[in-house]
């Protein structure tokens, strides 16, 4: 059974979950959709990554409905100034929104 934080916002999140950092998008579709498949509700990845899209359709085939899914990812400083950057992060994910967006960069 999957075990929750509640976070400031009111948001809960899974204690567990898969990162998808230094996979090829093959094997983030395939671990993505294996985790999913073993309980797993959090993915973590990155534009950075470039495994957005392998993520997206293992959620997709995952048949788990997207509210089910903690999806969290990060912008790399470089985009910060991209009108675009998030836009284009959820249409490779292939959702309508992120769960938890962390933005990388010096204080």
């Known amino acids: 059974m999957m075990e929750y934080i509640t976070l400031n916002n009111g948001v809960k999140m899974p204690m567990a979950g898969i990162g ?20 797993y509700r959090l993915i973590d990845t990155a534009n950075a990554y470039v495994n957005e899209k392998a993520v997206g359709r293992a959620m997709k085939k995952s048949g788990l ?8 990812t990060k912008l790399w400083p470089a985009f910060y100034t991209d009108e675009n950057a998030v836009d284009d992060t959820l249409e490779r994910l292939g959702t309508d929104y992120i769960d938890d967006r962390v933005i990388i960069g010096t204080s």
């Open 65 to 72: 409905a997207r509210e089910e899914i903690f999806l969290e």
């Open 20 to 39: 998808t950092f230094l996979l090829s998008p093959d094997e983030a579709e395939a671990s993505c959709l294996s985790a999913l498949g073993c309980g």
